[in-house]
């Protein structure tokens, strides 16, 4: 190659390198912002998972979880490619019209704004306690009206959930999403620290392998550990809003991939570290093992446990605006179809914000826990979300896409779906009837 040839090429070739790395950038915020949505709440119940399956189980489990949640994602977006629409519901609808589109809102409403007020009692719980449990800033100050629940609940979401959530463009989390993820990291690498410091002390008892089966509510018990895993994975209801700003065809399937190798190494780590630190003291909530400064035969510095509490409840403070978005653009989709995109219109755009923050805040006063909440939001509104709908697209195959692997894997997904949720239905309802705990 010559020298007036190369003179010609090498703007060109800096150029191509200059959108390769736009690209790359790109795609790692529709990272941030999908693992952050995977994320959210699933870090704390994840250890409970290996006191009820075991190790061996819990791992393959999540695995399997990940990957068939990654050929459901492909499932969606292969059949939006090919179609008009630009929302899960809008998808549905074409496959299976407004009773599609409509099972799809109110699977999405449940299991977004089910999720906000899960966060914010969470929130509550590190900032002001809960029964006979200490606050973060009860424990440094006391117990005083200024940091009681509903006004630690009430300044976090005018000082720092607000602000975020009046985004307009999802793409835009994309910064408060990176910092959520460092959060959840730091949270299991302080778990891993402290996990690996008591093996060496020998103070960690043998971890259960397998699940102990000694009676048939025990075996039933097994399924109440499913939910956990598939809400701690369900973002389906994002995949498009982040896939429609990302503006690049099949960038989007990049970032899922990613994004649950990301994840699914994330819960294996607080899993195996977490249930080593505590053992079968574990609780549904990992947090509240936190929350005392010794917990069986593992001393917590007390500085080490309000660090882990307050990273987690800042990150989810940060999570909180992801789902916010998408049950706020699925409540408008469902009441204003006609109307122009919620973005434009400020007026809309003020008046379903601030009315979705306050039926949080108000809902998160009044109910105390999550650990039912969580599991019933996981054997319903998720599984239809992450497995059924999807599923059932690739089924219906309005446009031809599916083949018949496709066709014998959305069949088995389905069936597994509808038969470990009724079990897990079953076992929840006979547990609070019994006052069992799994």
């Not at 790109?26 to 009820?52: D, H």
């Amino acid at each position: 190659m010559d020298r007036a040839s190369a003179e010609v090429e090498a703007p060109l070739l800096s150029n191509h390198n200059s959108r390769t790395r736009e690209n790359r950038w790109v795609i790692w915020r529709a990272v941030f912002n999908v693992s952050t949505t995977i994320i959210g709440a699933g870090i704390m119940s994840i250890p409970a998972t290996l006191k009820v399956l075991g190790v061996v189980p819990a791992f393959v489990l999540i695995v399997l979880v990940a990957l068939l949640v990654d050929i459901t994602v492909n499932f969606m977006l292969r059949a939006t490619y090919a179609g008009q629409s630009t929302t899960y519901a809008g998808l549905m609808k074409e496959n299976f019209g407004k009773i599609g589109s409509l099972a799809v809102q109110i699977c999405v409403m449940i299991t977004t704004l089910g999720c906000l007020i899960m966060y914010l009692i969470i929130i509550g719980d590190v900032f002001s306690g809960k029964g006979e449990h200490l606050g973060v800033l009860q424990e440094w100050f006391g117990i005083h009206w200024w940091n009681s629940r509903y006004l630690s609940i009430l300044l976090t979401v005018l000082l720092v959930v607000l602000p975020l959530v009046l985004y307009r463009r999802v793409e835009s989390l994309w910064l408060s999403s990176a910092i959520a993820i460092i959060l959840a990291v730091v949270f299991v690498g302080i778990c891993s620290v402290m996990a690996i410091i008591a093996i060496v002390k020998g103070q960690i008892v043998k971890p259960r392998m397998l699940p102990e089966l000694n009676t048939t509510s025990s075996f039933f018990n097994l399924f109440t550990a499913i939910p956990v895993i598939v809400t701690a994975f369900a973002f389906h209801f994002n995949v498009h809003p982040i896939e429609i700003e990302l503006g690049i065809p099949g960038a989007m399937t990049s970032a899922v991939k990613i994004s649950l190798v990301v994840c699914s190494v994330i819960y294996a780590s607080i899993g195996i570290f977490g249930y080593l630190l505590f053992g079968d003291s574990i609780n549904a909530d990992i947090l509240v093992n936190f929350d005392t400064s010794s917990s069986g035969a593992i001393t917590i510095s007390p500085i080490l446990n309000d660090i882990v509490r307050l990273s987690y409840a800042l990150h989810l403070m940060l999570v909180f605006p992801l789902l916010n978005f998408s049950l706020r653009a699925n409540i408008d989709e469902l009441i204003f179809p006609k109307k122009e995109l919620l973005a434009t219109d400020t007026k809309r755009f003020m008046f379903l914000t601030l009315i979705l923050l306050a039926i949080s805040y108000i809902v998160a006063i009044a109910i105390p826990s999550v650990w039912y909440i969580y599991q019933f939001m996981g054997s319903t509104t998720n599984v239809c979300l992450a497995f059924i709908f999807p599923g059932a697209i690739a089924l219906r195959d309005v446009h031809g896409l599916s083949s018949r692997k496709d066709r014998i894997i959305a069949v088995v997904m389905i069936v597994l779906a509808v038969v470990t949720s009724v079990i897990t239905i079953a076992a929840n309802i006979y547990n609070m009837i019994t006052g069992e705990s799994s």
